[in-house]
């Protein structure tokens, strides 16, 4: 076939296609209700749930839900080519070193006994198998979504989908949590969600490959 | 571009025709041990990319970053499918100057093979409106369908020859 016969037919191809932010709204609400319907039916929210969200613990539902945004933000631009994403990089940059930094801090306070001590608890294996199992129906439906754009480096934006779908387990997961220890919630959420952004990462070079 | 996301043809056509000799200098520079056939095997695969991810340009951004970083990305991925590593800058699009268009066909061969694995009809329709030179509404009437039908029947047509590219090249 000759290119000025595959132009003409590329040109008549005139049907709008559905931009990734459009399949974000579509898919994204049906699997965030999905994750929220499990999670009403085997999780169900703690019985203080009022108390603790008026609480610092209020935080652990807080930031991930930042973290989503700026995963949002960063994964968008990075299915964008052309668009920059320096700014958004570095903006979950300093998301990431103001979390490790607080951990340090409170690490520093209680020792290492005290992490421990807060660790051994069964809450963690739950935790870290909740998050990740939450997060599936969302992880699919932000893959489907930046499936449509166009990744110049699919293992990252993989792992911006991950962190995002991630975070977002995490929110939904915490309203059930009653573990409200620094040292419990920082390490156990941010492993749950690497697992999520590591599993995006390696999915990503196969699954957004255009 | 902007008219073209919002179903403007004409307009469409015309930026395609414009980029393409520049596409093809770039893909030939580095695709001599290719012959023209694969080179242009490569700028149609270029092209299917621009087309498909059109939507993914944001109009208030510049035109021309999107489209070196998209057929960049797609030259790099063409070549690689065939055992080559190349080594492509951005600036090697801005600097091209356009093909010289020669006697010879600008005939790829990839093409020919996928659209033979096309359902027939389907084939038909993609190869009209070069071929036969055709109108949307010339082709609904010749095959007996209705506008809208050779619409969609176009655009499933020209997403299953994406699939069937990457499948072949893997």
Known sequence: MKTDDLIAALAADTLPQKSV????????????????????????????????????????????????????LLAFALAHPGLRAQTRRAAL??????????????????????????????????CLLSIPVLALPILGSVFWALSAGAALHPRQVGAAGGLMAGGLAAAIYSLYCDQDAALFVLPAYSAAILILAFIGAVAGPRLLKW | MRAANRGDSV?????????????????????????????EDVLQEVLLAIHTKRHTWMEDAPLRPWLYAIARHKVVDAFRARGRRVELSIDAFADALPAVEGPDPMDGRDMDTVLGALEPRAAEIVRAFGLNGETTAETAARLDMSEGAVRVALHRALKTIVRLRQRMIE
């Open chain 2, 11 to 39: 307009a469409y056509h015309r930026l395609l025709r414009a980029i393409t000799p520049v596409l093809r200098t770039v893909v030939r520079a580095r695709g001599s041990g290719l012959g023209p056939e694969g080179c």
């Open chain 1, 21 to 72: 932010s459009q399949r974000f709204w579509r898919a994204l609400p049906v699997a965030i209700g999905l994750s929220a319907i499990a999670f009403l039916v085997f999780w169900g929210p703690r019985p203080d749930i009022r108390v603790a969200l008026g609480s610092v613990a209020a935080l652990k539902t807080i930031l991930p839900l930042v973290l989503v945004l700026l995963s949002g």
């Open chain 1, 93 to 126: 940059g300093i998301l990431a070193a103001g979390l490790a930094s607080a951990f340090a801090l409170v690490l520093a306070r209680e020792g290492f006994s005290g992490l421990t001590s807060a660790l051994a608890t069964p809450s963690l294996m739950v």
